[in-house]
């Protein structure tokens, strides 16, 4: 198992991000969360395979098609065990 905590930065909010960040993450079977920050981030952590969790980092770098991605702040986390992924308000 794998947990990465991730910072977005850029043209991210209001172009959906989370919904489709949401999409994914549960297609692959990762829990977590996405969620908007006051200061016009995405804030997401995804847990699971190691293998899916790359694969959702290396999607956050460009994100849906009407966001532009500036910036990816990258931390790995300790497993929580999270299961479920939803989208935080």
């Given amino acids: 198992m794998k947990r990465i905590h991730l910072l977005v930065s850029g043209q991210v909010q209001g172009v959906f991000f989370r919904a489709e960040a949401a999409r994914r993450a549960r297609s692959l079977g990762l829990g977590g969360f996405v969620r908007n920050t006051p200061d016009g981030q995405v804030e997401a952590a995804f847990e699971g395979d190691p293998n899916a969790v790359d ?17 990816v702040q990258i931390s790995e986390e300790k497993p929580t065990g999270e299961t479920a992924f939803r989208i935080r308000h």
């Fill in 55 to 71: 694969a959702m980092v290396e999607w956050c770098r460009s994100g849906p098609p009407l966001a532009e991605v500036g910036d």
